[in-house]
């Protein structure tokens, strides 16, 4: 399994302080749909909301409870 694949289904939040975001999603927490990790662009779903596609680096990771200290 490629490092694409492990992405999808996990959650993330839309960086919140996005300059550019012609989604309107910033601040919003949404599932890895996809990923083209060489084009570093990353497709979140958003449920009943929509999808649509970022880049890495506007794209943070959610970590369960337990493995933040």
């Known amino acids: 399994m490629n490092t694409a694949d492990e992405l ?3 959650l993330v939040l839309i960086h919140p302080e996005l ?3 012609p989604a309107r999603k910033a601040g ?3 599932i890895i749909t996809g990923a083209e990790l060489e084009n570093e662009m990353v497709y979140v779903g ?3 909301n929509g999808h649509s596609t970022y880049g890495t680096d506007a794209v943070l990771m959610l970590q369960p409870n337990e493995q933040i200290r």
């Open 8 to 10: 999808i289904g996990q």
């Open 19 to 21: 300059t550019t975001d």
């Open 28 to 30: 919003q927490v949404g």
């Open 46 to 48: 958003f449920g009943r």
